[in-house]
């Protein structure tokens, strides 16, 4: 009996203590060298505690380290390891829109912008008044090439109040590459003989848009072939299915007049 008693206390003793090997215990650590901006030591504990991360630790308690192992890998510009844990986190917390604007914002920084799109819209979707995440969307459709909408996030992020956004170009800043050819034109629509040009008419709206129109400003400002068949002419019945888009979709004048105005859509042939 004294021997069992004797082998039970010699390996209380020499086993680790359990708050060593812990959630808690590797959050403690993580929280410190974080406070000490040694990032790589703080994902590395915030990934520890995550692996012995236990139901009775709390939802929140994970989300959270998930939060900040994402801010230390972003720190250190590892955005595959911040993609990663952000995703994990958006699954614990589909509706956090700070959290869709971190991913948004890492996508970009790997150059997937059209992902950082969906994730920034979605933010916005959550609260219209998303001023971090409109300047983020214009970022990203300015590295698309995509002056228009980048003009109008920039303009709305400027709205909200954010200053730093009210002098942003929409243009995306030259590479130095050669300059991409203009488009080949629709020989359904650029008929020497027929009014109707679809380059010509979105040569008219670009312009409007450079001289600081709105899109629903620019698309009613178009003159309409039905009572003006010149050159350049646009059909009335786009500016109506742009108006119908807004009115039927609830979606915002950018949207609708990426629907309406691109080549191919019906409305812009000849009836």
Known sequence: MRLATLTVALLIALAPPVFAESFASW??????????????????CYGNAL???KKGDGGDAKLEALKAKASAHAVLKQWP?????????????????????????????????????????????????????????????????????????????????????????ARPKPTGGAPRKPAAENPE????????????????LDKCFDEGDSFGSCVSKLDPCEKNPVKGCCPDACRKAFAKSQEEQGISEAEAFRQVFRRGNPCLKRR
């Open 27 to 44: 959050m403690k650590d993580a929280d410190k060298a974080s406070r000490r901006s040694r990032h790589a030591r703080a994902a590395e």
């Open 51 to 53: 692996r012995l991360w």
């Open 81 to 169: 390891d911040a993609l990663r844990d952000l995703t994990e986190a958006i699954r614990l917390a589909s509706k956090d829109k700070d959290l869709l604007l971190r991913r948004g914002r890492a996508y970009a920084e790997t150059g997937r912008e059209r992902k950082a799109i969906t994730d920034l819209s979605a933010a916005i979707a959550l609260d219209i008044d998303y001023k971090e995440a409109y300047l983020a969307r214009g970022r990203a459709y300015q590295k698309l090439g995509d002056k228009k909408f980048a003009k109008e996030d920039f303009g709305h992020a400027c709205e909200l109040g954010l200053t730093d956004a009210c002098s942003l170009p």
């Open 189 to 204: 629509t650029a008929d020497a003989s027929d009014p109707l040009d679809a380059p010509a008419c979105f040569a008219f």
